[in-house]
């Protein structure tokens, strides 16, 4: 039985939860556009909590996807080792640890009202709707990337209606954040096609790849970084039009990365492990940090130029 825990365990990833780091932009957008008086009074230990819903929520999607996907995963030379594909754990033992962490995660989302609890819904629905037939989006070419990429939104709304009741984000924002989802879906695909030994085998792990190719994937994840800098160029001039010094790192952190997602042991397949990469780290902090200059400096000569004649936007 201690061995069935902690296959069980290992099906929920605890490794991934690095990836709700992009709960915090929800969260740091919510301080930023949102007047003091239509936030929540929400505390340190309400902000773990709610991530620690949405840990919880990720883990059950985890745990559906390892188990439904048992059969391709044998063909993968890492997950062929997983507890369902090598069949150390049962349908019945992996559907009820599914559906306790699912509840769990709902129960603690519930605390913080109705908004939070229906994003962490949502999140369950779209990890079912991405692995169960007749659905199983990520089967379907191109859809694949976008049903996946969803789950990026879903953080962000996770993280502002932790701080937010009855206000939504700016769209500019969500479509943003939809789209660099988007970037970092098809060049994970783009690394794990070409991981593969033969095209074949490639096919018998991810049906969608009988339709994609290497050749195809570097066009698309080439189109979703053009898309996200256009989108996040638009949301930086109407709310903050500083932020415009910040697009050439930006531009340089999506070529930097869709660099890296070529190769065959490109880490880019395996998103969790892409803190170990210095060269990112440093671009990211030194993002972060430029984002702070710009929010706490006064770059007047930045905010004329954006308003001036130079650049016309006209805003309804």
Same mark, same amino acid.
């Given at each position: 039985?201690?061995?069935?825990?902690?296959?069980?365990?290992?099906?929920? @990833?605890?490794?991934?939860?690095?990836?709700?780091?992009?709960?915090m932009?929800?969260i740091?957008?919510?301080?930023?556009?949102?007047?003091? @008086?239509?936030? #929540?009074?929400?505390?340190?230990?309400?902000i773990?909590?709610?991530i620690?819903?949405? +840990?919880?929520?990720?883990?059950?999607?985890?745990?559906?996807n390892?188990f439904?996907d048992?059969? +391709?995963?044998?063909?993968?030379k890492?997950? $062929?080792t997983?507890?369902?594909?090598?069949?150390?754990?049962?349908?019945?033992?992996?559907?009820?640890?599914?559906?306790?962490l699912?509840?769990l +995660?709902?129960?603690?989302?519930?605390?913080f009202g109705p908004y939070?609890t %229906?994003v962490?819904f949502v999140?369950?629905i779209?990890g079912?709707?991405y692995?169960? $037939?007749?659905f199983?989006? $990520?089967?379907?070419y191109?859809i694949?990337?976008?049903?996946? %990429?969803?789950?990026n939104?879903?953080?962000?709304?996770?993280?502002?209606f932790?701080?937010?009741? @009855?206000y939504? !984000?700016p769209?500019?924002?969500?479509?943003?954040?939809?789209?660099?989802?988007?970037f970092?879906m098809?060049?994970?695909?783009m690394?794990?096609?070409?991981?593969f030994?033969?095209?074949?085998?490639?096919?018998?792990? @991810?049906? %969608?790849?009988?339709?994609y190719t290497?050749?195809?994937?570097?066009?698309?994840?080439?189109?979703?970084?053009?898309l996200?800098?256009s989108?996040?160029?638009v949301? %930086?001039? #109407?709310?903050? !039009?500083?932020?415009?010094?910040?697009?050439?790192l930006?531009?340089?952190?999506?070529?930097?990365?869709?660099?890296m997602?070529n190769?065959i042991?490109? !880490?880019?397949?395996? !998103?969790?492990?892409?803190w170990?990469?210095?060269?990112?780290?440093?671009?990211?902090?030194l993002?972060?940090?430029?984002?702070?200059?710009?929010?706490?400096?006064?770059?007047?000569?930045l905010?004329?130029?954006v308003s001036?004649?130079?650049i016309?936007v006209?805003?309804?």
């Amino acid at each position: 039985m201690s061995t069935v825990i902690i296959d069980l365990f290992k099906m929920a @990833r605890p490794s991934h939860y690095i990836k709700n780091i992009f709960v915090m932009p929800g969260i740091f957008f919510a301080f930023l556009l949102v007047e003091d @008086r239509y936030r #929540k009074d929400s505390s340190i230990t309400d902000i773990v909590l709610g991530i620690i819903s949405i +840990s919880i929520a990720s883990s059950a999607n985890y745990v559906l996807n390892e188990f439904l996907d048992r059969n +391709s995963d044998s063909f993968h030379k890492i997950k $062929k080792t997983r507890p369902a594909a090598s069949g150390r754990v049962t349908f019945s033992q992996s559907m009820l640890f599914y559906i306790s962490l699912s509840l769990l +995660s709902l129960f603690i989302a519930y605390k913080f009202g109705p908004y939070f609890t %229906s994003v962490i819904f949502v999140f369950l629905i779209s990890g079912a709707l991405y692995n169960i $037939k007749p659905f199983r989006l $990520k089967d379907v070419y191109l859809i694949d990337v976008i049903a996946e %990429s969803f789950n990026n939104v879903i953080r962000l709304l996770a993280g502002w209606f932790l701080l937010i009741e @009855r206000y939504y !984000p700016p769209v500019s924002l969500v479509v943003t954040y939809w789209l660099i989802g988007a970037f970092l879906m098809s060049a994970k695909r783009m690394a794990e096609i070409q991981s593969f030994s033969s095209r074949t085998n490639a096919i018998l792990y @991810r049906n %969608s790849f009988n339709s994609y190719t290497v050749e195809k994937l570097r066009s698309i994840t080439f189109l979703y970084a053009g898309l996200s800098l256009s989108s996040l160029t638009v949301f %930086s001039i #109407k709310w903050e !039009p500083q932020s415009i010094i910040l697009i050439p790192l930006s531009a340089l952190i999506f070529t930097y990365y869709f660099h890296m997602s070529n190769g065959i042991n490109s !880490p880019a397949s395996r !998103p969790e492990v892409l803190w170990r990469d210095w060269k990112l780290n440093l671009m990211l902090i030194l993002f972060i940090l430029g984002t702070l200059l710009v929010l706490t400096a006064n770059l007047t000569v930045l905010s004329d130029f954006v308003s001036s004649g130079l650049i016309i936007v006209k805003w309804n």
